[in-house]
């Protein structure tokens, strides 16, 4: 319900910037609003983080738990849920005692895989250059305010 909210409030984003030049006026705005839908779950830190996680195979639960520094069993089963929403992540539950579950990047999640980690090798081979303009906004930013 809350998803329907948050869709209905972002539909028809692009209205008021219609003349605006850009990629994004390549789309309606349907597809625009639809795409930003999409952008906004894969493009999240722990999307791309258990995406890139699945990339080995089908992994339990508590083992991409542990993979994912950081990552709350609360974030984790959001994001994973998410996922399975939109066919991008598919769980499979064992009838064993103790219950097994895992995940698996469906066939659709495997064709953003390469995405997912080309944004990830990006992110370390510029963590350098990225890391001296934060320090540089920081320090600007302080000597201003000061």
């Avoid at 209205?15 to 609003?33: I, N, Y």
């Avoid at 493009?43 to 995406?51: Q, Y």
């Avoid at 195979?57 to 542990?66: E, N, P």
């Avoid at 064709?111 to 963590?127: C, E, H, I, K, P």
Wanted: glycine fraction near 8%; charge should be neutral.
């Amino acid at each position: 319900m809350a998803a329907e909210k948050t869709r209905k409030v972002r539909t028809g984003v692009r209205a008021d910037v219609r003349t605006a030049p850009g990629p994004c006026a390549h789309w309606d705005d349907q597809d625009a609003d639809f795409i930003r839908e999409v952008l906004d779950l894969v493009g999240d830190k722990w999307s791309v983080l258990v995406i890139g996680t699945l990339a080995d195979g089908a992994t339990r639960y508590s083992d991409l738990a542990v993979a994912i520094p950081g990552i709350s069993q609360r974030m984790l089963t959001l994001t994973l849920k998410q996922l399975r929403r939109n066919g991008i992540v598919s769980r499979t539950a064992y009838p064993e005692v103790p219950p097994r579950v895992e995940y698996e990047l469906t066939g659709l999640g495997t064709s953003l895989l390469s995405t997912v980690l080309a944004l990830a090798a990006w992110s370390a081979g510029n963590q350098a250059e990225i890391r001296r303009h934060q320090q540089a906004f920081d320090a600007d930013t302080q000597s201003a305010g000061s």
